[in-house]
């Protein structure tokens, strides 16, 4: 029953209230996350040699050209650093370089 109430509100409002059907974040407006894999932190060693057990400081604009982002905001990086954290023992502090 309640399905054929999604489904007929869905036809004639072409919107889907139902969140795990609908694959895309941004209509929910919520920032999209991307999962870091093993390419990019194998190209964040590449860039910064061994990043086991260091700290990296670096900024927004810098990460950004090293590994893009759609949101341009540290926020985007927010999975990237735990993950970074929990494997590899790394601290990556990202910085924004603001002017006043």
Do not use: H, W
Request: charged content about 35%; some cysteine; glycine content about 4%.
């Amino acid at each position: 029953m309640i399905d054929d109430l999604y489904g007929l509100y869905s036809a004639f409002f072409d919107f889907n209230p139902r969140k795990d059907l609908c694959p895309d974040n941004e209509v929910y407006g919520k920032a999209e996350i991307i999962a870091p894999d093993d390419d990019e932190i194998m190209i964040l060693e590449q860039v910064f040699g061994n990043v086991k057990g260091k700290t990296i400081e670096v900024e927004l604009s810098r990460l950004l050209e090293i590994l893009p982002r759609k949101r341009r905001r540290i926020d985007a990086y927010t999975a990237l650093v735990k993950n970074l954290k929990t494997e590899k023992d790394c601290d990556l502090i990202i910085k924004l370089r603001k002017s006043k």
